[in-house]
Each structure stands twice: as C-alpha cells, then as structure tokens.
C-alpha cells in the first residue's frame, strides 16, 4: 500500500470550531491555515480524514505538529473519517490518546458541545 504526505484546507469555520479537510501529498504545515483556523473564539479543531487514505511517517510528524500547536493555543482536537487502516495508525502511535476520534461529522461536530 502506497503512504503519501498530507494536504490541509480549511473546510469551515464555525464560532466555537473549525474542520480542516485533510487530504495527500502536503509537504509542510500551512502558516495561513493554522491562523484563520486559530480565531479567538474556536475552542475545538476538528479534521476530517475522510478522504486521506493512509497516513506516513511524514503525514504522522505533521499531524503531530499540528496537536503541539493548537495544545498551545488550548485548542481541542478531534479528528473523523479515519479509515480502519488510518485508525490503527492513531492507536499504535498514540495519536488516540490525545486526539479525540470520531466516525461522523456529525459525531465529531456534536463532541464539540461535550466536555473532553
């Protein structure tokens, strides 16, 4: 199965959060986006795996990245649409402890209004 690095775009932007769509072949971390999906009132990030099909080493080291930077910012993040091989590679690298999964949109979007 062939791995490839991950694309970032900023899907929506809601008062308490924002989704970032995830997506193949991103070589580094978008300056812009981590700061119009960073306003004052987003308490929750939100990204959508739904069309990354498998994560790599690289794809792991920017999302990491992007947990360190918005746990700065004392952001939350929850991540959906994980395929089963993607959700593997959350559980054997950790990501799962420190990054809410969800299956839907729908359920992440609702997460938002629960305690972590």
């Known amino acids: 199965m062939q ?3 991950v694309i970032f775009h900023l899907q929506q932007q809601y008062t308490a959060m924002s989704i970032i ?3 193949e072949n991103q070589s580094d971390l978008p300056e812009q986006l981590l700061t119009q999906a960073n306003s004052a009132t987003t308490s929750t ?11 790599n080493s690289h794809g792991i080291r920017l999302l990491i990245l992007l947990l360190i930077y918005y746990r700065r910012q004392q952001k ?8 089963e091989h993607n959700r593997y590679i ?17 359920q992440a979007v609702a997460a938002v209004h629960r305690p972590e």
């Open 90 to 106: 959350f559980e054997i690298t950790h990501l799962s402890k420190f990054i809410d999964i969800a299956d839907t949109k729908t």
């Open 76 to 83: 939350r993040l929850l991540v959906f649409g994980l395929s």
């Open 21 to 23: 769509d995830l997506h």
């Open 3 to 5: 791995q490839t690095d």
């Open 45 to 55: 990030i939100i990204l959508n795996c739904s069309e990354l099909e498998s994560i």
